[in-house]
């Protein structure tokens, strides 16, 4: 429960040391560079391997080589001409393959599209040699749409011939034969007809069934070739992967290093560069750092935890048991540093919330169970949060008595008579039966202790808010604010009042109730800003007019009562939740004929209940989950959280990013 003690280092050496310096700080993973300073001399630098970065890690698409992280330490690549030296002789080898099977996959492409086509033209008796040859007349390959065929016949002038070969419901296949002297005005008709012409290969010599057979010869030879290249192209790949992948990840890390001279001040070949380290990290930082060279300074200064600071990063330290909802704490924003971390706050009450909202303890094993297998699977920060959702599930299944919805194996706590006997006294003359059958009976007992959950909850949540207040200095704030020791003071004695009379008949509000805790604090609350100002000895610079402050804390006074009002009947959303889910499962039961529970187990009694019970997880799973984010973000933290800090994100090269 706290966010961890940062310390800001300072680094400072010679210039040579500087690219194995900020490695160091890579390396440790616990050193987040700052962005201030001025670079005094590398800004013109170019940095020497990203262009051969670039184009290997192109190579390694097109080779499908997957970055991942390797030990590199024995690459003996250093400088940038290093690595492109590298880089032209594997392009060497991979451009000749590449080439050569472009090379054959053009002439196997065009040879299978020239076999396709001779294939409609077997059954011609004369040879291309002697069609290609022809003196006086000229002859057009290709295929006519089946429909423009017989527009042929409207041409009753026209000086050519065409010969079809082969017909299909879409095409004609043939050729047309013309005069040297009206090839022109016969292309030009045919062009009209939408005529496709094929220009055949010259080597095409022999008649279209002879020239078929030597084309598919020359196909096979193709395809052997292209399959021994393909062979070729997977084996460079595979003796490459190896030291590819580690050359690769070595040269990203340096070119991420030399980036990070950005933020680096470089003068008279001295370096100087400062950042944020955990406290607890710093001596192995240091250590690792002067190790490098006994030159190298490294300065330490503890940032002071006590004052809220923004530019301070902030990493939030938890137990195993919380650490997993700090996600939701990140999504409303991460706490400033100096302040609380809310954390175990939202852990226990998001489990608390959970469990009373969706108890049932099959379902909530069946969750648990899940959770601890994507867990393992997966790297989903949601599974470990279902993981301790299940267990606290099944505590709320306990005490509705309910196992996949089937209420008769656990006594439920409403047939608990010495303990649902004390629960009709609490909550007195508001309608509590006392033998209620099912939990509908006791909808009414239910509904209240959810409003007193939320009752307790924003209670806390004030509280916090006094206390943090008090902590940053701003009396006025946790005094006489709405949310301070007036807001606290107001709100129990109106809950308190209200629950009195309407649970014992007890007249709370009296004279002296209502001014001393009910109408003192409004009236502190309504001149919360010249209070806070006399508290802290300031003058307001903002001078309102008397109506103008009238006006303003009036408005403000009624937000806060209205917010007071609909926060606390939010809570009724977790007793409603209890009702829906026992009334979806009464459904169920329905549907499988075992609700009056004399009925007898059959295969379809069984199969009936796990889809049921699988559909209710998967639904009503989702609708609690999210209800309960709800009640935190707007009912919770509202009262006393703020965020606004920055997360800590230390310099770190991540090899695979891009690939």
Known sequence: MAIEKMSLVSVEGSAEFLDEALMACCDSRQFQISTGGAVLRNLSEQNPYLATYTKIRDMAVNLNIKAEYCDFKYVPYETGEDFERYFEEISAKYDEISAQREQVSQMLEEHKQTDAYLQHLIGLDVSFKDLFGLKYVKMRIGRLPAENEKKLGYYV????????????????????????????????????????????????????EDADKKLASRIEAEEKEMTR??????????????????????????????????????SNDKFSFSGFCPTSEFKRLESVIKSISEDLR?????????????????????????????????????????????????????????GL?????????VVTLLGLLLTKLTKNGLAPIMTRLGVFSMAGGCIYGSVFGIETIIKPIYHREEIWHNVCKMFGGLGVPEH?????????????????????????????????????????????????????????AVVAGAAG???????????????????????????????????????????LSIGNFIIENFIELFES????????????????????????????????????????????????????????MGIEGLLVGIQVLRLEFYEIFSR?????????KPVEIKLDAEI
Not at 170 to 178: E, R
Not at 240 to 246: C, H, T, V
Not at 343 to 353: G, Q, R, S
């Open 357 to 365: 909202m969706f108890g049932d303890v099959g379902q909530g094993l």
């Open 436 to 492: 209620p059958e099912n939990v509908f009976q006791a909808a009414t007992a239910v509904l209240l202790f959810a409003l007193f959950i939320g009752v307790i909850l924003i209670l806390i949540s004030m509280i916090f808010n006094m206390v943090l207040n008090f902590r940053a200095g701003r009396k006025g704030e946790a005094l006489f604010a709405v949310n301070g020791a007036a807001g606290i003071l107001l709100y129990a």
């Open 561 to 616: 009562a209205i917010s007071f009002l609909s926060n606390t009947m939010s809570y009724l959303r977790v007793g409603g939740f209890v009702l829906s889910h026992a009334g979806f499962m009464l459904v169920v039961s329905q549907l499988a004929g075992t609700a009056h529970g004399d009925a007898p187990v059959t295969v379809k009694t069984v199969i009936v209940y796990i889809i049921g019970n699988a559909i209710v």
């Open 229 to 266: 290249l393909e062979q070729e192209m997977a084996y460079f790949t595979d003796e490459l992967r190896g030291e590819f992948n580690a050359v690769m990840c070595k040269l990203k890390y340096k070119s991420d290093c030399f980036e990070l001279r950005k933020k680096v001040i470089i």
């Open 298 to 354: 490294v300065l330490e200064i503890p940032v002071e935890k006590g004052k809220a600071r923004k530019d301070v990063p902030v990493r939030l330290k938890n137990n195993r048991l919380t650490r997993p909802f700090e996600m939701f704490v990140k999504m409303y924003g991460l706490p400033t540093y100096g302040t609380f971390d809310p954390t175990p706050y939202v852990a226990f009450t998001y489990m608390i919330l959970f």
């Open 501 to 543: 009379q309407l649970m014992y008949g007890v007249p709370m509000f009296s004279a002296p109730y209502v001014i001393c805790l009910i109408v003192l604090p409004v009236l502190l609350i309504f001149f919360k800003h010249p209070l806070s100002d006399l508290i802290a000895g300031k003058k307001r610079e903002e001078k």
């Open 157 to 208: 002038s026209k000086c050519f011939v065409f010969l079809p070969f082969e017909k299909t419901p879409d095409y004609v296949y043939g050729i047309y034969l013309a005069p040297k002297s009206l090839i022109d005005f016969a292309d030009s008709v045919m062009n009209s007809l939408c005529f496709e012409r094929t220009v055949l290969p010259s080597y095409l010599e022999d008649n279209p």
């Open 640 to 648: 006393f959280y703020d965020g606004g800090g920055t997360d800590f």
